[in-house]
Every structure is written in structure tokens, then in C-alpha cells.
């Protein structure tokens, strides 16, 4: 395990939020639309980044993922980083839309990582 499991708890919490939220909003949603596949990326992203840290705690089973779908998932990621950093300077720190954005960068960065290491195991098979 390279993070603690205090940090792996922290990015269940948040990416598990996010999760939630996602799926209430893409009901809302015509499909087919650009805001619904954007939706549908971000869903598909947080099961599999919920599965990899799992199996990092618990060492469960790890679903099967495609290169495709695993670089999609860090791609998703990269880009709502950096949304959430550009939006980052207008919540005061302390404020709770600035800690919600700071759980959630970390939550995603730690996302990245075990991304990445699943890819590169995927590329050595």
C-alpha cells in the first residue's frame, strides 16, 4: 500500500460523493447529449477508481479494465482537476466549497496514480 489508509478512506468518501451526485444529475439528462456522456465517463471513472483503491486495501478481486478504458478514466480525472483548480480562487479557505474542492483533488490525484500503475501492469500482459 503506498498511501495510508486514512487517505485511501478520504478518497472513497469523496470520489463515492461525486458518485452520487453524478448519478442523480444524468437522470435529469437527454441521452446522446454531450453533458450525458460526460456524466457517463465520470460514473464509469469513479467504479473503477473505487475498485483499484478496494483491491489496494482489502487486495479483493480487480475487475478487468481496457487500456481504453483506463486511460479514459485518467484522462476524466486530469480534466476535472482542473476544473476544480479554476474554481479553486473564488472559495475562501476554511469555507466548505474549498474543502470539499481540496478532498476532491486529492481524492482524483490518488485516482491517477493507481490508474496509472493498473495501466502499466495492462501494457506488461
Known amino acids: 500500500m503506498k ?15 461525486s458518485l452520487r451526485k453524478s448519478e442523480k444529475a444524468i437522470l435529469k439528462l437527454k441521452e446522446g447529449t454531450f453533458q450525458y456522456r460526460l456524466l457517463t465517463q465520470g460514473i464509469q471513472s469513479y467504479h473503477i477508481a473505487l475498485n483499484l483503491i478496494d483491491h489496494e486495501i482489502n487486495q479483493t478481486k480487480l ?35 474549498h474543502t470539499l474542492g481540496m478532498r476532491r483533488i486529492k481524492a482524483f490525484e490518488l485516482a491517477i496514480v493507481l490508474l496509472q500503475k493498473e495501466t502499466n501492469h495492462v501494457n506488461h500482459c
Open 63 to 97: 475487475n478487468l479494465y481496457s487500456l481504453n478504458d483506463l486511460l479514459s478514466a485518467i484522462e476524466f480525472y486530469t480534466t476535472t482537476i482542473q476544473r476544480v483548480l479554476k474554481v479553486m480562487p473564488k472559495f475562501k479557505e476554511g469555507t466548505s466549497q
Open 3 to 17: 498511501h495510508t489508509l486514512e487517505e485511501y478512506n478520504a478518497a472513497i468518501f469523496a470520489i463515492t460523493s
